[in-house]
């Protein structure tokens, strides 16, 4: 299999990278396509796991491909659900179940890409409590970084990066990965 678009997530990927450690459990909220959830895994290696949420039926079904197509099945369980508020999905939600932030398994690290649903999960931080966060920011879609920082600072955490989550981020876009450590 080719990367087509090596450059697609490079700044969440970038984080990821950074982040994850060996042996680290970890929560994703909005896999897309799973490129950062293989990622993810690929970081925790073989004592991690990764547990991510995606709520549109279709990127599910997608992410449970990309998983199985990189022998990631062992590590990743691919959960078919709408974490926190009903927000932007891209795609149907047929079939997602609702899990509330609080409800969301301890972590190492959380993940978020989940288009304007960031705040109310990051108010849930302290029932999740993982040490190291990376959430992308949505400013175009009511979770702008500047209060994504503000909020993850307010719990604790000490904001270590902040970068473009895709190229060709706008002022306007506000699409950033926001890194955060306690």
């Known amino acids: 299999m080719r990367d087509t678009k090596p450059e697609w997530k490079d700044g969440t990927i970038s984080a990821v ?3 994850v450690e060996p042996g680290d459990l970890v929560v994703e909220i909005g896999s897309g396509f799973g490129v950062a959830t293989i990622w993810a895994a690929r ?42 508020e009903n927000v932007d999905v891209f795609g149907e939600l047929e079939g997602a179940r609702f899990v509330d932030p609080d409800e969301l398994p301890e972590a190492d ?4 890409d989940c288009e304007g649903a960031e705040t109310k999960i990051i108010e849930s931080l302290d029932t999740i409590d993982p040490e190291r966060a990376i959430i992308e920011a949505h400013g175009f879609a009511g979770a702008p970084s500047k209060e994504i920082k503000d909020k993850l600072v307010e719990h604790g955490y000490e904001i270590t990066a902040v970068c ?3 190229p060709g981020d706008t002022p306007e876009k506000d699409h950033k990965t926001v890194v955060a450590e306690r």
Request: charged residues 25%; negative net charge; glycine residues 8%.
């Open 109 to 112: 690290v959380l993940i978020t």
């Open 17 to 19: 990278r950074n982040t």
């Open 43 to 84: 970081c925790a290696g073989k004592e991690g796991t990764v547990t991510t949420y995606e709520a549109s039926r279709s990127r599910y079904d997608v992410t449970k491909e990309t998983v199985m197509l990189n022998g990631m099945q062992e590590r990743v369980e691919v959960v078919h659900a709408l974490v926190g």
């Open 164 to 166: 473009d989550a895709l």
